[in-house]
């Protein structure tokens, strides 16, 4: 259904109704279930767009390198332009977070501008003048982790048909303590031996996703090594029985999308891929599936639905994709880095990867860094060296020689931590202790003078602005939340304040269906424990000592 919505889409711009009830004839399916599904996704429009849509990101890292400033210098300069014009409003991550601010304009995404740059751009456009376009560099560099050194030689799924070891390469993948790498560390070897031995058609799926603010590392990945995600995804196959692979990309990413179909056409023409793999009796298929958009749709069981061509909802668990995956199948649901990491595992070995760690930590982790640094931008790094290593030495320090406030281990769904705690370890057992997550390793940098409350504010806002609205604590609660802090920030606050941010904490976490509503209190859970005198100058005097807060109308 989603290709017939995006050819309607490509044609008039939007969808029409006349189109869906079409559609509805065509496919046979009610054309309730398709306006249900198309409104859902953001990235289809039931209504003629204006003729430029401009849309500024509004997430964390943005935030912090000045879209604000970009946006409202928008907002004024087409103050009063009709609707039919030009509109601009807030978009979430666009997964640019290193060139922030990050804007886009017609679908088209633009990134590090100052807010004069952007102004300019969109006032040219709107004369007459052609969006400029998008320049794309390329350094590539050599990375440690791969084998290869960027040609892709497939040697691991080579050396797999050849022994048929598939248990041994589970034991190599379980000894090698690989955890998945997209947020909730699940043992990998686990995974695949729990699909490996599910009866059934199987299926292997590479969330690519990455839809969380300061989340960067599986484009980078995509870019320099699709080989290595490629064997991964074969490697899965090959030791679950499993015949097809499904990358699920999220549709901003053109680039690391077309990186990977080249490679893909390679595989294919050189029998890598296809009805024999290097001539054995096994096959793989695999071929790429453009997300319609949401951060949700990076929710594992959420990402199944919208291969079904449903909404993108979360299912409840149990059971796990492992039994129950796509089309009600074993599936084998594993991040780009997870499957770029078993890849290289798989081929040189347990004491290879343990090896690559630091302070008794094994392997290695692609960490982006953004926000107030000198350098953002994607870093392959020993996993066991601290943030303070990953901000002043990877990232060249905090922008502006200021001094560091916080850091957001992994987007806001780790909350934030004060720079008191920088040395900690890059480590998942280390982090957790200090009640936070290495997660998908997007740090996230704040430099002295911003204020905690905005910085939690913002990432509470992103997870209502994210919520599938499927359960009612998340729905509710996140915008019961956002209100309440909002409140906060401009004067408005009462004595039970406190105490029904206890009992909205308490209801997300246990009631909602998923990660996210699960996760939302963080950011401001993590404010009131480590930046208590900032929520009490709040609250209590009714002062930002950053000078960020109270310019709205109470
Ligand atoms: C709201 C939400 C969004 C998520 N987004 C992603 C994502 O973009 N990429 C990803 O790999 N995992 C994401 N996850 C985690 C997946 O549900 C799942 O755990 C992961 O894909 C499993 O792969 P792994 O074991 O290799 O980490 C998300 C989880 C939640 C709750
Ligand atoms: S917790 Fe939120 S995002 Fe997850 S299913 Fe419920 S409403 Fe949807
Ligand atoms: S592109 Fe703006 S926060 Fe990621």
Redesign the pocket.
């Known amino acids: 259904m989603f290709e017939e919505l995006r050819a309607i889409q490509r044609r008039f711009g939007y969808l029409p109704a006349d189109q869906l009830y079409d559609l509805s004839a065509k496919l046979k399916i009610p054309v309730n279930q398709i306006h249900s599904v198309a409104s859902f996704y953001p990235h289809f429009n039931l209504a003629p767009p204006p003729k430029f849509d401009v849309r500024v990101c509004a997430d964390m890292s943005c935030h912090l390198r000045g879209a604000c400033e970009l946006r409202e210098g928008l907002k004024q300069a087409f103050q009063g332009a009709p609707e039919t014009e030009i509109s601009i409003r807030d978009a979430s991550c666009f997964g640019r977070c290193d060139a922030a601010p990050v804007i886009s304009v017609n679908d088209t995404i633009y990134s590090g501008l100052t807010p004069e740059q952007g102004m300019g751009m969109v006032r040219a456009a709107t004369s007459g003048q052609p969006l400029p376009p998008v320049l794309r560099e390329h350094n590539r560099q050599a990375l440690s982790t791969d084998p290869y050194r960027g040609a892709g030689e497939y040697l691991g799924v080579r050396y797999l048909l050849e022994s048929q070891d598939f248990s041994g390469a589970i034991a190599i993948l379980k000894a090698s303590g690989l955890k998945?790498?997209?947020?909730?560390?699940?043992p990998?070897g686990l995974?695949w031996e729990i699909v490996r031995n599910a009866p059934g058609q199987k299926y292997i799926v590479c969330?690519a996703?990455?839809?969380?603010p300061g989340t960067i590392k599986d484009r980078f990945i995509m870019e320099h090594m699709p080989h290595l995600v490629i064997e991964g995804m074969i490697l899965a196959g090959l030791v679950t029985g499993a015949k097809t692979g499904i990358i699920y990309i999220r549709h901003e990413y053109d680039e690391p999308k077309e990186v990977l179909q080249r490679e893909i056409d390679r595989c294919y023409a050189n029998g890598v891929l296809g009805p024999q793999v290097f001539g054995s009796q096994s096959p793989f298929n695999l071929s790429i599936f453009v997300s319609p958009g949401g951060?949700?749709c990076?929710?594992?069981s959420a990402l199944l639905e919208a291969l079904e061509g449903r909404r993108a909802e979360p299912r409840n668990k149990p059971p796990f994709p492992g039994t129950n995956g796509l089309y009600n199948m074993p599936t084998v649901?594993?991040?780009?880095e997870?499957f770029t990491f078993a890849a290289a595992i798989l081929l040189r070995g347990v004491d290879w990867y343990k090896s690559q760690g630091r302070n008794g930590m094994a392997g290695l982790k692609f960490v982006g860094i953004s926000g107030d640094v000198e350098r953002p931008g994607v870093f392959e790094v020993p996993m066991g060296i601290s943030y303070s290593e990953l901000i002043y030495r990877y990232a060249r320090g905090v922008s502006g020689n200021r001094r560091l406030l916080a850091f957001a281990p992994s987007g806001p769904s780790s909350g934030y931590l004060p720079a008191e705690m920088v040395n900690l370890a890059l480590d998942f057992n280390a982090v957790a202790a200090a009640g936070s997550m290495v997660g998908?390793g997007a740090v996230v940098v704040c430099a002295e003078g911003r204020c905690m409350l905005d910085m939690a504010l913002n990432a509470v806002r992103f997870f209502r602005n994210e919520s599938c609205g499927k359960c009612v604590p998340c729905r509710v609660g996140s915008q019961k939340l956002v209100s309440l802090l909002t409140n906060w920030t401009i004067g408005r606050s009462s004595a039970s304040d406190r105490q029904t941010l206890e009992d909205l904490f308490q209801a997300t976490r246990m009631a909602s269906i998923?990660?996210?509503g699960q996760i939302m209190h963080a950011p401001i859970a993590s404010v009131i424990k480590h930046f208590p005198d900032v929520i009490e100058e709040h609250l209590g005097r009714r002062q930002c000592s950053a000078g960020v807060c109270f310019r709205g109308q109470a």
């Open positions: 998945g790498l997209g947020g909730a560390g699940f990998t995974k969330n996703d990455e839809s969380e951060y949700i990076g929710e594992e649901i594993n991040n780009v997870t998908s998923c990660g996210l």
